[in-house]
């Protein structure tokens, strides 16, 4: 079965730092790009950062650069989200997707929640 | 950079069809093939059902057809049914290199 499992989300203090992991199953991790796109309490879908598969090629949204990193373990199917510099904009629920090309996001995550306040 | 324009709320009523909009830019929906759709249920992660402008995924219901027109992108659902209320994204690659979603259009069955 072809699986992607988010872990990390947690209640942070502004400021603050998390890592967020996706674990992947079920089909070859290293053919795919990967993203991370996030959704804040009662609002849309946004795009946070992609990886292609050899981890060369990074995507940000403007506003997490610089504060976000993206990468992936591929001898380990995993795919991660370092988020530093942490503040209330940032609070929602992150999910791991993959990209099956041009963008399009066909396999996601159960997805992980992320608050950050005081 | 903005987001995709589309309409807060569409409804209609069982077996009627229903078309939503996604209203972009000559360097987003207009400039590529790249736009797709995804359907949400409250709680629940977004699930694909239309890729590169009227693609249809591997088991999703042939009720849903797409296409675009200059710069706006159409989602029909024909058929509706009451599993069909949820929200409906859509998402283009732009020529900024960057992918915008649109805000979501809420569908309810009447």
């Given amino acids: 079965e072809v699986q992607l499992v988010e872990s990390g989300g947690d209640l942070v203090q502004p400021g603050g730092s998390l890592r967020l992991s996706c674990a992947a199953s079920g089909f070859t991790f290293t053919s795919y790009w990967m993203c991370w796109v996030r959704q804040a309490p009662g609002k849309g879908l946004e795009r946070v950062s992609n990886i292609n598969p050899d981890g060369s090629v990074l995507y940000y949204l403007e506003s997490v650069k610089g504060r976000f990193t993206i990468s992936r ?10 988020m530093n510099s942490l503040s209330a904009e940032d609070t929602a629920v992150y ?24 | 950079q903005s987001a995709l324009t589309q309409p807060a ?12 909009s996604c209203s972009g830019t000559s360097s987003d929906i207009g400039a590529y093939k790249y736009v797709h759709w995804y359907q949400q249920y409250p709680g629940k992660a977004p699930k694909l059902i239309i890729f590169d402008v009227s693609k249809r995924p591997s088991g999703v219901s042939i009720r849903f057809s797409a296409s675009k027109s200059d710069n706006t992108a159409f989602l029909t659902i024909s058929g509706l049914q009451a599993e069909d209320e ?3 994204y859509c998402s283009s690659y732009t020529s900024r290199s960057t992918w ?4 979501g ?6």
């Fill in chain 1, 73 to 82: 373990d591929n001898a380990k199917n995993s795919l991660f989200l370092q």
């Fill in chain 2, 86 to 88: 949820a929200d409906y």
């Fill in chain 1, 95 to 118: 999910y791991c997707a993959r990209d099956q090309g041009g963008g399009a996001m066909d396999v996601w995550g159960q997805g992980t929640t992320v608050i950050v306040s005081s």
């Fill in chain 2, 9 to 20: 709320s569409v409804s209609g009523s069982p077996g009627q069809s229903i078309t939503m």
């Fill in chain 2, 100 to 103: 915008l979603f649109g805000g």
């Fill in chain 2, 105 to 110: 259009t809420r569908v309810t069955v009447l």
